[in-house]
């Protein structure tokens, strides 16, 4: 098999570029290594940017997102017992964002791959990639026991943190930054209304806590919780007290709790491999990046990473010119930074860390205070959670 440009990995990244790609008329593969159900099975993220949003407009697929999804203008941060709302639509100049979940997202770009006849490999085990640095790149899988090659112009490594895009580049190429944070988040979906409109994000005694959504009927918690909680520890209803003992009085009472349909523990990390490009190999989305999600910013990355990418190479078969493919890895990583130091902020922010004396917890004090009540402070987290510009 030949194709223009060899994707890895069938999560956000990959099905995104795969349709971009196609709408500039670039052949491309998709090679996954789970099942269908299973990519959609992972419950991850939930908060769309305006220019997330605009990529899948732009591919004709968000009659669903539109329909279905929720517009929010603002956010709620909680302390000391007291929620501040931040009007992000007034504090960013009229940006807002799209509460969706990251599996609808996917599933809208599979389904819409499928209806353009286009390939994707599920189960492609044993994936391997040869020759990025040389003439004739070309990717290797084994389905069904049957091994087969692909060879191709480009690969776009979109297999996220553990794949093996990332780590088929040479250790003495590719330089990591790495920040892991000391607790993980103890996440729980439920059928239940929402117990607000808007997202809360807290800072308590007892941790962080979010409460997010999917719909007007499905919610998503989470509690910030030690590094060594197993989720098996953790009963529906140890949960919801836990949750309940983080909100404020008005919160609190107004939970509706019920049966978890999925419950999960994410640890947390700031990660980033520089560059994104390896010779005719480029990193997308996870491969490259990983931000906690208190800034809600894993997936839009994602996206912004891939519209990078799914320009530059336009430009090299349209235009046949490489200044975008040569230029894409230092795009995306001014962007990719930005976000890191957001997603770091918030979270410094919002959680409690193990080892805070009562110096830091003063400090943390202080910024919430500041940011709620100073315009040019809500205004700079205000544009940095609806999303910075590509
Ligand atoms: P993904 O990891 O989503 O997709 C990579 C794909 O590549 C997967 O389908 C994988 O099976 C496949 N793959 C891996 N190795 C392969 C190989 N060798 N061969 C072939 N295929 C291979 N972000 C938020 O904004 N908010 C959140 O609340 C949030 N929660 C998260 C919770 C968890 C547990 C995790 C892990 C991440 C969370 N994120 C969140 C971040 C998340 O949404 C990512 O940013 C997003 O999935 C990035 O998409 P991709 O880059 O496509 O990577
Ligand atoms: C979610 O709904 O899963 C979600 C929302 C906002 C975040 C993180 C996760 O910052």
Same mark, same amino acid.
């Given at each position: 098999?030949r194709?223009? @440009? *060899?994707?890895i990995?069938?999560?956000p990244?990959g099905?995104?570029l795969?349709? #971009?790609l196609?709408?500039?008329g670039i052949?491309?593969v998709?090679?996954?290594?789970?099942d269908r159900d299973?990519?959609?099975a992972?419950?991850?993220a939930?908060?769309?940017?305006?220019?997330?949003?605009g990529l899948?407009e732009?591919?004709?697929i968000?009659e669903?997102l539109?329909h279905?999804?929720?517009?929010h203008?603002?956010?709620e #941060?909680? &302390?000391?017992?007291?929620? /501040?709302?931040?009007d992000?639509k /007034?504090?960013?100049?009229g940006?807002?964002?799209?509460v969706? !979940?990251?599996?609808?997202?996917?599933?809208d770009?599979?389904? %819409?791959?499928v209806k353009?006849?286009?390939?994707?490999?599920y189960?492609?085990d044993?994936?391997? =990639?040869?020759d990025?640095?040389g003439?004739?790149?070309?990717?290797?899988? @084994?389905?069904?026991? @049957?091994s087969?090659e692909i *060879?191709?112009? &480009?690969?776009?490594g979109c297999? !996220?943190?553990?794949?093996?895009?990332?780590?088929s580049?040479?250790?003495d190429a590719?330089?990591? &930054?790495?920040?892991?944070?000391? &607790?993980g +988040?103890?996440?729980? #979906?439920?059928?239940?209304?929402?117990v607000?409109p808007?997202?809360i994000y807290?800072?308590?005694?007892r !941790?962080f806590?979010?409460?997010s959504m999917r719909?007007?009927?499905r919610s998503?918690?989470?509690?910030?919780c %030690?590094?060594?909680?197993k989720?098996?520890?953790?009963?529906?209803?140890?949960?919801?007290?836990?949750?309940?003992s983080r909100?404020d009085?008005?919160?609190?009472?107004?939970?509706?709790?019920?049966?978890?349909?999925?419950k999960?523990?994410a640890?947390l990390?700031?990660?980033?491999?520089?560059?994104?490009?390896?010779?005719? #190999?480029?990193?997308a989305?996870?491969?490259? /990046?990983i931000?906690?999600?208190?800034?809600a910013?894993?997936l839009?990355?994602a996206a912004?990473?891939v519209?990078?990418?799914?320009?530059a190479?336009r430009?090299f078969?349209?235009?046949?010119?490489? %200044? !975008?493919?040569?230029?894409?890895?230092?795009r995306?990583l001014?962007?990719?930074?930005?976000?890191?130091?957001?997603s +770091?902020?918030?979270?410094?922010?919002?959680h409690?860390f193990?080892?805070?004396d009562g110096?830091a917890?003063? =400090?943390?004090q202080?910024?919430?205070?500041?940011v709620?009540h100073?315009?040019a402070a809500?205004?700079a987290?205000?544009?940095n959670?609806?999303?910075?510009?590509y």
């Amino acid at each position: 098999m030949r194709t223009k @440009v *060899a994707i890895i990995g069938a999560g956000p990244a990959g099905m995104l570029l795969g349709q #971009l790609l196609h709408a500039y008329g670039i052949d491309n593969v998709i090679l996954e290594r789970k099942d269908r159900d299973y990519v959609l099975a992972r419950i991850r993220a939930g908060v769309l940017e305006q220019g997330t949003v605009g990529l899948l407009e732009k591919l004709g697929i968000t009659e669903r997102l539109h329909h279905e999804g929720l517009i929010h203008d603002g956010i709620e #941060l909680l &302390f000391g017992g007291v929620r /501040h709302r931040l009007d992000l639509k /007034h504090a960013s100049g009229g940006k807002v964002v799209t509460v969706y !979940g990251q599996t609808e997202v996917t599933r809208d770009l599979m389904d %819409a791959r499928v209806k353009a006849g286009l390939t994707t490999v599920y189960d492609a085990d044993q994936v391997s =990639l040869h020759d990025f640095y040389g003439s004739s790149p070309r990717v290797r899988y @084994v389905k069904d026991g @049957v091994s087969h090659e692909i *060879a191709c112009d &480009f690969i776009a490594g979109c297999d !996220g943190f553990h794949g093996v895009s990332r780590q088929s580049v040479p250790a003495d190429a590719v330089k990591t &930054f790495e920040r892991v944070y000391p &607790f993980g +988040w103890l996440g729980l #979906l439920s059928d239940t209304p929402p117990v607000s409109p808007e997202l809360i994000y807290t800072n308590h005694e007892r !941790g962080f806590a979010l409460c997010s959504m999917r719909s007007p009927t499905r919610s998503r918690y989470y509690v910030q919780c %030690a590094l060594d909680e197993k989720v098996e520890n953790w009963s529906d209803d140890r949960f919801w007290d836990e949750l309940r003992s983080r909100l404020d009085p008005e919160a609190a009472e107004a939970l509706v709790t019920g049966p978890s349909i999925e419950k999960s523990i994410a640890p947390l990390r700031s990660f980033v491999a520089e560059p994104m490009r390896f010779g005719k #190999l480029f990193l997308a989305g996870d491969a490259a /990046h990983i931000v906690p999600p208190t800034g809600a910013k894993g997936l839009n990355l994602a996206a912004s990473d891939v519209h990078y990418l799914s320009q530059a190479l336009r430009e090299f078969y349209d235009e046949k010119s490489s %200044a !975008g493919i040569d230029g894409y890895s230092a795009r995306a990583l001014m962007r990719v930074w930005k976000a890191v130091r957001f997603s +770091w902020w918030m979270t410094s922010m919002m959680h409690r860390f193990p080892d805070n004396d009562g110096f830091a917890t003063k =400090l943390q004090q202080a910024e919430l205070d500041y940011v709620v009540h100073s315009k040019a402070a809500t205004s700079a987290l205000a544009e940095n959670y609806v999303g910075l510009p590509y």
